[in-house]
């Protein structure tokens, strides 16, 4: 059983686009997160929810919207794609804020 | 906020001990320092976490001074599959409704046969 899971592996789309990615984690926690990997490797926190609320909300263009339907899940919609939105994007959770991270597979986003 | 600072890269060899040290000049007094590992094409994998003095799991250990502006991850007998990028990340760890978590900018361990 994958513990954080995320879909699609791997994205790639035109710029302008909407895309949304899907995390889920059958952990059982109450805190989820979304990464975002650039070319260089560097690892910035985009969102943090927490029981569903929202309590990370890094500098991000307003096109990125994270939503949480439950605490098992959250996702990541982007409007109007740009080329600098390709990176690596990655879910993942612990049992309460800041605690230990259990991550997903990651999402590579390409944007052509 | 706690900005982190780590080497880059470090090389070493099977069988050694490696000490990677991140600085976080700012840290809060609610801050935990955990590091993190990472394979190529995964996302990072949990290695340990601490808040002050020393901290010791299966398979390494933290140490972190009295003034926490900094901490040593440090790998014993490191082997070929301990090559990775390994991540210092600073930031809350019980409550707080406002959490920022600050990731270093990884150091990417070589270790040679």
């Known amino acids: 059983d994958t513990a954080v899971s995320q879909t699609p592996k791997y994205l790639v789309t035109q710029m302008g686009n909407d895309k949304s990615i899907k995390c889920e984690q059958n952990?059982?926690?109450?805190?989820m997160y979304w990464y975002k990997q650039d070319s260089k490797k560097f690892l910035k926190i985009m969102f943090s929810?927490?029981?569903?609320?929202?309590?990370i909300n890094e500098t991000v263009p307003n096109r990125f919207s994270p939503k949480s339907p439950d605490k098992a899940h959250l996702n990541l919609h982007i409007n109007s794609l740009e080329l600098g939105d390709s990176a690596v994007y990655f879910c993942?959770?612990?049992?309460?804020?800041?605690?230990?991270?259990?991550f997903g597979p990651g999402t590579r986003l390409t944007v052509l | 906020l706690a900005k982190t600072t780590q080497p880059i890269s470090m090389d070493s060899y099977e069988g050694q001990e490696v000490n990677i040290t991140c600085s976080h000049n700012?840290?809060?007094?609610?801050?935990?320092i955990t590091w993190y590992q990472q394979f190529p094409s995964q996302g990072p994998r949990f290695i340990i976490q601490?808040?002050?003095t020393k901290v010791t799991n299966e398979v390494a250990s933290l140490f972190i001074p009295a003034d926490r502006k900094s901490s040593t991850l440090s790998l014993p007998r490191v082997s070929l599959s301990d090559t990775a990028v390994y991540y210092c990340?600073?930031?809350?760890?019980?409550?707080?409704?406002?959490?920022?978590?600050?990731f270093g900018k990884g150091t990417k361990l070589s270790v040679k046969p």
């Open positions: 993942a959770s612990s049992q309460y804020p800041g605690g230990e991270q259990f």
């Open positions: 952990l059982g926690h109450d805190t």
């Open positions: 929810y927490n029981n569903k609320e929202l309590i």
């Open positions: 700012n840290i809060a007094t609610n801050d935990y």
């Open positions: 601490g808040y002050k």
């Open positions: 990340l600073v930031g809350l760890y019980y409550g707080g409704s406002q959490g920022n978590l600050i």
